[in-house]
Nanobody, 121 residues
Framework: QVQLVESGGGLVQPGGSLRLSCATS????????MSWYRQAPGKVRESVAR????????TYADSVKGRFTISRDDGRNTVYLQMNSLKPEDTGVYYC??????????????WGQGTQVTVSS
C-alpha cells in the first residue's frame, strides 16, 4: 500500500512562511510526479504546484507563483513546498499527491492525509 506522510502545517501570520514536507517510499517516489493540492473550507480541491519525476519540471497555480516553491529530494524520497509571503486566502488543508508510472504505464494517483495550514493574525 502506498503511503504519503505530510508534515509542516500550522498557524502563521500573514506574510510569514511555512515549509511542507511529504515523504514516501523510494519505489513510489522514483516513479512519480509529485504535486501539492489544497482545499479551503467550502471549496473544491485545487492544484497548487507540481514537479516532474524525470526532469524536475515545475508548474504552479497563478495564485502562488513567485511565493511558493516546490522541490524534491531524491535521496530522502521527499517533496517540499516552501510557502513564503503567505496570505489568508492560502488557508486550507494541503495534500500531497503522487502520480505514479511504471515505465509508461500509469499506475495510479496516491494521496496523503493532508496537513492544515492557517494564515491568520
Amino acid at each position: 500500500q502506498v503511503q504519503l506522510v505530510e508534515s509542516g502545517g500550522g498557524l502563521v501570520q500573514p506574510g510569514g512562511s511555512l515549509r511542507l514536507s511529504c515523504a514516501t517510499s523510494e519505489f513510489t517516489f522514483s516513479r512519480s510526479a509529485m504535486s501539492w493540492y489544497r482545499q479551503a473550507p467550502g471549496k473544491v480541491r485545487e492544484s497548487v504546484a507540481r514537479i516532474g519525476s524525470i526532469d524536475g519540471t515545475t508548474t504552479y497555480a497563478d495564485s502562488v507563483k513567485g511565493r511558493f516553491t516546490i522541490s524534491r529530494d531524491d535521496g530522502r524520497n521527499t517533496v517540499y513546498l516552501q510557502m513564503n509571503s503567505l496570505k489568508p486566502e492560502d488557508t486550507g488543508v494541503y495534500y500531497c499527491k503522487a502520480t505514479t508510472f511504471v515505465g509508461t504505464t500509469f499506475v495510479g494517483d496516491y494521496w496523503g492525509q493532508g496537513t492544515q495550514v492557517t494564515v491568520s493574525s
